[in-house]
C-alpha cells in the first residue's frame, strides 16, 4: 500500500521509506529515553510501531526525521532536562531545514501528561506532544502534525495502547537483546502525597496473563533469557487469568518461569503493601527469580510515612523483611528514600538512618523532596530548607553507599551465575549481571553473549565486580537453597 501526505490514512505515516524528494533510503526514528524502565521498555515499543511503518532507529540525532524525547516529571530537575534537550533539538532541526530536510519533534512521556499543550506554547519547535496511553497512535499523530498543526494526545486508553503495541511487535520480529523489560502493570492508585505519577500514568491497570505469556514467549523466542516485568505497582498485579480468576504478580511469575529460554525474571518496583504471601513464596520456590528484590520505603518515620500517605508503619516495613528473608536468606534488598519531605525533623530524619541501618540494603536510590505541582506534599506549609535537605541527603548517602560496599565485598572469591549482556570497554571483554543485579566485568569471547556463565569473582570495583570465568557447576544452589519443582496448574 502506498500513501501520500494529502491522503487521508491515519494508519500510515505518509509516504512509503524514501520516496519523498530529496530523501534517500528509509526514514529515521531517534528516542531519547529519560526516567523509569518502563519508559525504556514504552521507547522500545514506540520504535515498534513506527519499524511498522518502515522507520529505521538511529541513535544519532542530526539523521532523524523523527525525534522522539520519552520524557521524566519525577522531579523538577527530570522535568526541566526536556527543555535544554528540546533547545539542542531545535538547533539541529534548523539545520536540516536549511538542506531542505524535515523533521518531526515529539514529546512524550509524563512530562507530555503532565504539562500537554503547555509544552508547545513554551517550546514551539515541538510538533507533537503525546502521553504515555497513546503510543499506538504515534503513527497517525506524526501524520496529522506534519501538516502544520501542533498536535496534543493525552487520553487514557490503556487497554487500546497494549493491544496495538503487541501487534506491531509480531509484525516487527527482531533479535533482541538478552535483557529486557516488560510492562505488565500500568498506573498508581496509591497517591502518595510527593508524587506525579498517579496523575501521569492514570489508574492501576494490569494487562491480561495470556497477553503477557504471549510476548514473554515472543521475547525468549528473540534471544532474551531475562525478562524484568514492570510496573509502577508490580506487586499490585491482578490480571485476567486463563482460568477466568484475577492472577497476582506470585502466580504471574510461577507461570512465566516454565517458559523455555526465559532463566532469569525480575520484577519492578514493589510497594510494601502489596508484598503478599504468594509473591513472597515465589521468592523461596523459583529457581528462575533472582535473588533481588527493589522495596521502596521512602522513610523510617511514623510521622512521616502517615504524611506520606504510605499507610504502613516502620514496624510493618520490619515485619516484611524478615518474612522475605525468612523465605529467601540471600535476596539484595533495594529501595528508594526521600530526604526532606515537609515536617521531617531531625528526629524522623535519624529513625529513616536508624531503619537503613537495621535492613542493610545491597543497593538504594536516595532523593532530596522535589515539590511537584498538583500533588498534595507541595502544598504543605512547613517545607524543609534546600541546606537541610542536601545535607541529610549526603548522611543517607554515606551510609547507603557503605552498605553497598560491603554487600559488594561479600561477593568476593565467590561463584555466581552471570548472565552476559554486551561487550565490555576493553577489547575482549563481556559485561553481565550477577543474580543480585551487579554489574560484572570479564575476559569472555563475544560468542559468549547471551548466555549465562558461572563466574568466579576476583575483585570488587567502584561501580562493578569483576570476574572471571571458571569450569566447573554454576553456584545456583547457593543462592536457591530449597529448590522445589513447580507445577503449572491453570
Ligand atoms: N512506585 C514506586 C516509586 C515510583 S517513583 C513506589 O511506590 O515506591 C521512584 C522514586 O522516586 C520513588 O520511590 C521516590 O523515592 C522518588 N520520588 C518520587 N516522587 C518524588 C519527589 N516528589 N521528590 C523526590 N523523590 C521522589
Ligand atoms: Fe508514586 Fe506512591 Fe504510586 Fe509509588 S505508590 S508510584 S510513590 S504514588
Ligand atoms: Fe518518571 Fe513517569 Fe517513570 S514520572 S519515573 S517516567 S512513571
Same mark, same amino acid.
Not at 3 to 27: F, I, N, V
Not at 480 to 486: C, F, G, I, N, R
Given at each position: 500500500?502506498?500513501?501520500?501526505?494529502?491522503?487521508?490514512?491515519?494508519?500510515?505515516?505518509?509516504?512509503?521509506?524514501?520516496?519523498?524528494?530529496?530523501?534517500?533510503?528509509?526514514?529515521?526514528?531517534?528516542?531519547?529515553?529519560?526516567?523509569?524502565?518502563?519508559?525504556?521498555?514504552?521507547?522500545?515499543?514506540?520504535?515498534?510501531?513506527?519499524?511498522?511503518?518502515?522507520?529505521?532507529?538511529?541513535?544519532?540525532?542530526?539523521?532523524?526525521?523523527?525525534?522522539?524525547?520519552?520524557?521524566?516529571?519525577?522531579?523538577?530537575?527530570?522535568?526541566?532536562?526536556?527543555?535544554?534537550?528540546?533547545?539542542?533539538?531545535?538547533?539541529?532541526?534548523?539545520?536540516?531545514?536549511?538542506?531542505?530536510?524535515?523533521?518531526?519533534?515529539?514529546?512524550?512521556?509524563?512530562?507530555?501528561?503532565?504539562?500537554?499543550?503547555?509544552?508547545?506554547?513554551?517550546?514551539?519547535?515541538?510538533?507533537?506532544?503525546?502521553?504515555?496511553?497513546?503510543?499506538?497512535?504515534?503513527?497517525?499523530?506524526?501524520?496529522?502534525?506534519?501538516?502544520?498543526?501542533?498536535?496534543?494526545?493525552?487520553?487514557?486508553?490503556?487497554?487500546?495502547?497494549?493491544?496495538?503495541?503487541?501487534?506491531?511487535?509480531?509484525?516487527?520480529?527482531?533479535?533482541?537483546? @538478552?535483557?529486557?523489560? #516488560?510492562? =505488565? *502493570?500500568? /498506573?498508581? !492508585?496509591?497517591?502518595?502525597?510527593?508524587?506525579?505519577?498517579?496523575? $501521569? &500514568?492514570?489508574?492501576?491497570?494490569?494487562?491480561?496473563?495470556?497477553?503477557?505469556?504471549?510476548?514473554?514467549?515472543?521475547?525468549?523466542?528473540?534471544?532474551?533469557?531475562?525478562?524484568?516485568?514492570?510496573?509502577?505497582?508490580?506487586?499490585?498485579?491482578?490480571?485476567?487469568?486463563?482460568?477466568?480468576?484475577?492472577?497476582?504478580?506470585?502466580?504471574?511469575?510461577?507461570?512465566?518461569?516454565?517458559?523455555?529460554?526465559?532463566?532469569?525474571?525480575?520484577?519492578?518496583?514493589?510497594?510494601?503493601?502489596?508484598?503478599?504471601?504468594?509473591?513472597?513464596?515465589?521468592?523461596?520456590?523459583?529457581?528462575?527469580?533472582? @535473588?533481588?528484590?527493589? #522495596?521502596? =520505603? *521512602?522513610? /523510617?518515620? !511514623?510521622?512521616?510515612?502517615?504524611?506520606?500517605?504510605?499507610?504502613? $508503619? &516502620?514496624?510493618?516495613?520490619?515485619?516484611?523483611?524478615?518474612?522475605?528473608?525468612?523465605?529467601?536468606?540471600?535476596?539484595?534488598?533495594?529501595?528508594?528514600?526521600?530526604?526532606?519531605?515537609?515536617?521531617?525533623?531531625?528526629?524522623?530524619?535519624?529513625?529513616?538512618?536508624?531503619?537503613?541501618?537495621?535492613?542493610?540494603?545491597?543497593?538504594?536510590?536516595?532523593?532530596?523532596?522535589?515539590?511537584?505541582?498538583?500533588?498534595?506534599?507541595?502544598?504543605?506549609?512547613?517545607?524543609?530548607?534546600?541546606?537541610?535537605?542536601?545535607?541529610?541527603?549526603?548522611?543517607?548517602?554515606?551510609?547507603?553507599?557503605?552498605?553497598?560496599?560491603?554487600?559488594?565485598?561479600?561477593?568476593? /572469591?565467590?561463584?555466581?551465575?552471570?548472565?552476559?549482556?554486551?561487550?565490555?570497554?576493553?577489547?575482549?571483554?563481556?559485561?553481565?549481571?550477577?543474580?543480585?543485579?551487579?554489574?560484572?566485568?570479564?575476559?569472555?569471547?563475544?560468542?559468549?553473549?547471551?548466555?549465562?556463565?558461572?563466574?568466579?569473582?576476583?575483585?570488587?570495583?567502584?561501580?562493578?565486580?569483576?570476574?572471571?570465568?571458571?569450569?566447573?557447576?554454576?553456584?545456583?544452589?547457593?543462592?536457591?537453597?530449597?529448590?522445589?519443582?513447580?507445577?503449572?496448574?491453570?
Amino acid at each position: 500500500m502506498t500513501s501520500r501526505p494529502h491522503m487521508k490514512d491515519p494508519e500510515r505515516l505518509t509516504d512509503e521509506p524514501g520516496d519523498k524528494a530529496g530523501q534517500a533510503g528509509p526514514r529515521k526514528v531517534f528516542v531519547r529515553t529519560y526516567g523509569c524502565q518502563m519508559n525504556v521498555y514504552d521507547s522500545e515499543r514506540m520504535t515498534d510501531v513506527l519499524a511498522k511503518e518502515g522507520y529505521e532507529a538511529t541513535d544519532t540525532v542530526e539523521d532523524a526525521d523523527v525525534v522522539l524525547l520519552n520524557t521524566c516529571h519525577i522531579r523538577e530537575k527530570a522535568a526541566e532536562k526536556v527543555y535544554s534537550e528540546l533547545g539542542r533539538i531545535r538547533k539541529v532541526k534548523d539545520e536540516r531545514a536549511r538542506s531542505g530536510k524535515q523533521t518531526m519533534i515529539g514529546v512524550a512521556g509524563c512530562v507530555a501528561q503532565a504539562e500537554g499543550a503547555e509544552i508547545s506554547r513554551r517550546a514551539p519547535v515541538v510538533d507533537l506532544v503525546v502521553g504515555p496511553q497513546s503510543y499506538h497512535q504515534l503513527p497517525g499523530l506524526l501524520n496529522k502534525a506534519k501538516n502544520g498543526e501542533t498536535v496534543v494526545e493525552t487520553e487514557f486508553d490503556i487497554d487500546a495502547k497494549f493491544d496495538h503495541l503487541s501487534q506491531a511487535a509480531d509484525a516487527n520480529p527482531v533479535r533482541r537483546p @538478552p535483557a529486557a523489560f #516488560l510492562t =505488565v *502493570q500500568e /498506573g498508581c !492508585d496509591k497517591f502518595c502525597t510527593f508524587c506525579v505519577v498517579p496523575y $501521569t &500514568r492514570g489508574a492501576e491497570v494490569s494487562r491480561p496473563v495470556q497477553q503477557i505469556v504471549a510476548e514473554a514467549t515472543r521475547m525468549a523466542a528473540a534471544g532474551v533469557r531475562e525478562v524484568t516485568l514492570l510496573g509502577q505497582n508490580v506487586n499490585a498485579y491482578h490480571g485476567d487469568g486463563p482460568d477466568g480468576r484475577t492472577w497476582g504478580l506470585g502466580r504471574l511469575l510461577r507461570h512465566l518461569s516454565e517458559i523455555d529460554g526465559l532463566d532469569r525474571l525480575r520484577y519492578t518496583t514493589s510497594h510494601p503493601r502489596d508484598m503478599d504471601d504468594e509473591l513472597i513464596e515465589a521468592h523461596r520456590d523459583l529457581k528462575s527469580l533472582m @535473588p533481588y528484590l527493589h #522495596l521502596p =520505603v *521512602q522513610s /523510617g518515620s !511514623d510521622n512521616i510515612l502517615k504524611a506520606m500517605n504510605r499507610r504502613h $508503619t &516502620r514496624d510493618d516495613y520490619f515485619r516484611l523483611i524478615d518474612r522475605i528473608r525468612q523465605a529467601a536468606p540471600g535476596i539484595a534488598l533495594s529501595g528508594d528514600f526521600i530526604v526532606g519531605f515537609p515536617g521531617e525533623t531531625d528526629a524522623d530524619f535519624e529513625d529513616t538512618m536508624d531503619l537503613v541501618r537495621r535492613v542493610g540494603y545491597g543497593s538504594a536510590f536516595s532523593f532530596k523532596y522535589s515539590p511537584r505541582p498538583g500533588t498534595p506534599g507541595a502544598n504543605l506549609a512547613d517545607q524543609v530548607p534546600e541546606e537541610v535537605k542536601s545535607a541529610r541527603l549526603a548522611e543517607l548517602q554515606a551510609l547507603l553507599s557503605a552498605q553497598q560496599r560491603a554487600f559488594n565485598d561479600s561477593r568476593l /572469591g565467590m561463584v555466581c551465575d552471570v548472565l552476559l549482556e554486551k561487550a565490555g570497554r576493553q577489547p575482549g571483554q563481556l559485561v553481565g549481571k550477577s543474580p543480585w543485579l551487579q554489574a560484572v566485568q570479564l575476559d569472555a569471547p563475544k560468542e559468549l553473549i547471551g548466555t549465562i556463565q558461572a563466574v568466579e569473582i576476583v575483585k570488587i570495583g567502584s561501580n562493578s565486580l569483576f570476574g572471571r570465568l571458571t569450569d566447573g557447576q554454576d553456584s545456583a544452589e547457593s543462592y536457591a537453597p530449597d529448590l522445589k519443582e513447580v507445577a503449572f496448574d491453570a
